[in-house]
């Protein structure tokens, strides 16, 4: 019999076994509830986008506790059944026995990964449009996974005569492996540091669960898959070996020297010459809305959407490049759209940044100078009221001491006073507080002109209020008998110098008052926070805060992904 033939013939015997037994069933069963659990709390939900990548993430953890499940029996439960002389004493070889049992276990699990994801994506296929290449290439990486999983547990059911400490050996082989390449970069440094990476086999598996296909993944899991095989015949006919050969150190170190020829293997696959990296997330091209062709074929003129995003998430930053290209491509009644990603943190979108910036200043440049007219009047204004505070509230304090105690006006002068006194202490903390909205900064690229004029603006509204109450109320005494003389004297003027500085006060706050919008305003107020898009127009600027980009769609049905709602909020701002 060929080794082909032989390991098709022990693949199929252990096939009939698996299935033939409660075990095998049972992890089935149990891989398809928790594959189900995730998918009803974590996928299959509104607004949420329409992949399988978080019930790949579950499955990854989970394979790594079925996988020895399924082989721990593979070889102890032959030798405690006593099939496993005849098995070894037949011509098909060890290497054919260990071939194709593991080619049965893994055809298993294949199956017990297969049957959930395809019900999974036919859900959402009702739903939504999923991406079957990515889910393809998430399957492909358990499967790998799975199959150095599957290797281990077949040498330690080689190794040992318990299907419990089989297991157990397995499981926490790998749980040490994973530990310890976590905790490796924190101990090294500088290159070294990525030997942890490399060595993890969750990290290997996530790049399969994102949609990307790695020659360099796919090589550490078959090399790592190859020498467990190897390794466990080696171990199963060490028996049959010739005592020269069948030593025990001898045996160890050619699995050492075969260890070294593996890292090396798998070393020069992760090389950027020969490693190669295929992006599987594109299989069905994204699409726009029909309200949102229908809102873009009715604009006019030109319009530009810039959606600046700072280091995003690589398949954030793919999905948004992939809806924008979208925008970009549709026309409109007699214009075009110019739509792109800028990334601030990138030397290379740097001169597109600025451009976009000096875009929505160059909209504001009328409304920036009127602005700072304004803001100009309205200071001087708010100069002037200090220096009369500064001149009134030692004369005020004067009054206020000659009077006798019990003299109503007493109190009313006295709260006029420090009303004013106040006024001289803050203007200093006031006018820099006013500098700093009027700064442009890294976080804030555009000074904050509309808050400092909103500011300058609340503060003329209350003092002219508070003067004008005050000249009422100073005529209103002025009007009565007043015994005190220096009162009598400060009232003959007072009245009217307050009441002339509140009209003051008031037209430099309705100047401030009726200033035009600034766009920049609320594009740097967007950037301060976080990202945004910038969609500027014939008509204005439109800003979109970043929530708005990236976060689940609030609709009843499942999204591709969270692009849907980038799109509507975009669409929004067009209108």
């Known amino acids: 019999m060929t080794l082909i033939r032989s390991a098709i013939a022990v693949a199929r015997r252990e096939w009939r076994m698996q299935l033939g037994s409660a075990l095998g069933w049972s992890v089935m069963a ?50 405690r059944n006593g099939t496993w002389s005849s098995l070894a004493a037949s011509p098909v070889g060890f290497a054919a026995i260990i071939g194709g049992k593991f080619a049965a276990l893994l055809a298993l699990l294949a199956l017990t990964i297969t049957v959930p994801v395809v019900a999974q994506l036919a859900a959402l296929e009702w739903f939504a449009r999923p991406d079957y290449l990515e889910a393809c290439t998430g399957v492909i990486g358990l499967l790998l996974a799975g199959s150095a999983y599957l290797a281990s547990g077949i040498l330690m059911s080689a190794l040992v005569g318990n299907q419990v400490a089989a297991y157990l050996l397995t499981v926490f082989l790998w749980l040490t492996w994973i530990a310890i390449a976590r905790s490796a970069p924190a101990l090294l440094s500088g290159n070294a540091a990525y030997v942890g990476f490399s060595i993890d086999p969750l990290r290997r598996l996530d790049d399969f669960l994102l949609g990307l296909m790695d020659t360099g993944n796919v090589a550490y899991f078959t090399i790592i898959a190859a020498w467990f095989l190897c390794a466990a015949t080696v171990v199963v006919a060490r028996a049959s070996l010739a005592a020269h050969v069948a030593g025990r150190w001898r045996i160890v170190l050619g699995l050492a020297c075969g260890a070294i020829i593996a890292v090396a293997i798998v070393g020069m696959a992760d090389a950027p010459r020969l490693r190669v990296v295929g992006d599987m997330t594109k299989s069905r091209a994204y699409t726009l809305a029909s309200e949102t062709r229908a809102t873009l074929g009715a604009l006019d003129g030109d319009w530009q959407i810039a959606v600046i995003l700072s280091a995003p998430d690589a398949g954030v930053a793919r999905q948004v490049d992939e809806v924008l290209a979208r925008i970009a491509e549709c026309p409109t009644k007699d214009g075009h759209i110019r739509a792109t ?25 009328s409304a920036l100078q009127q602005h700072a007219e304004a803001i100009r009047a309205g200071r001087a204004a708010f100069d002037r009221l200090t220096r009369v505070a500064a001149v009134q509230a030692p004369l005020l304090e004067d009054l206020v001491t000659a009077l006798p105690a019990q003299d109503p006006a007493r109190a009313e002068l006295d709260a006029l006073r420090g009303g004013f006194v106040q006024l001289v202490i803050q203007k200093r903390a006031f006018d820099r507080s006013i500098e700093q909205l009027r700064s442009a900064s890294d976080a804030r690229p555009f000074p904050d002109e509309a808050r400092a004029a909103a500011a300058i603006a609340a503060n003329l509204k209350h003092w002219s209020e508070e003067l004008a109450a005050a000249a009422r109320a100073l005529a209103d005494r002025a009007a009565q008998r007043v015994d005190s003389a220096a009162l009598a004297a400060w009232l003959t003027g007072a009245p009217a110098e307050f009441t002339a500085l509140a009209r003051d006060l008031r037209v430099a706050q309705d100047g401030l008052d009726r200033l035009p919008k600034l766009w920049g305003a609320e594009v740097g107020a967007a950037l301060a926070a976080g990202d945004c898009a910038i969609i500027t127009g014939p008509s204005g600027v439109a800003t979109v805060p970043a929530w708005q980009l990236v976060a689940g769609a609030s609709g009843g049905s499942i999204s591709f992904d969270r692009r849907f709602r980038g799109e509507q909020a975009i669409a929004s701002a067009l209108r």
């Open 341 to 365: 990603r800028i990334d601030p943190t990138q030397p290379a979108d740097a001169a597109r940044y600025e451009a976009a910036l000096e875009t929505v200043q160059s909209r504001d440049a």
């Open 30 to 79: 149990a891989f398809a509830a928790l594959a189900g659990t995730v998918f009803a709390v974590a996928v299959f939900r509104s607004g949420a986008p329409a992949t399988l990548r978080g019930t790949f993430i579950a499955l990854g953890w989970a394979v790594l506790l079925v996988a020895p499940a399924v082989s721990m029996r593979s070889i102890v439960e032959e030798r």
